[in-house]
């Protein structure tokens, strides 16, 4: 839950509307995406492309990204 002088300020900064919904933006789960090392030869985690990367795929879910040897290996980037 957002501080509620936070949200005052936003709503007051930015008008009831969008300040309303940058506070549900910032209260929701955040989505998780990755983007690939083309240089490692990865395939593609999901078919759900990010819209502004070439590379980028957005994840159903947050994996432990500590324990992906994957990662550690830099075949993608968080």
Do not use: Q
């Amino acid at each position: 839950m957002l501080p509620e002088r936070f949200v005052e300020r936003v709503r007051r900064d930015l008008g009831p509307e969008e300040g309303a919904a940058l506070c549900r933006a910032l209260e929701g789960e955040s989505p998780v995406s990755v983007r690939l090392n083309g240089a490692k030869g990865m395939p593609a985690p999901s078919d759900r492309r990010v819209g502004w990367s070439t590379e980028g795929y957005y994840l159903a879910e947050r994996p432990s990204f500590t324990l992906d040897p994957d990662f550690h290996a830099g075949r993608y980037y968080v």
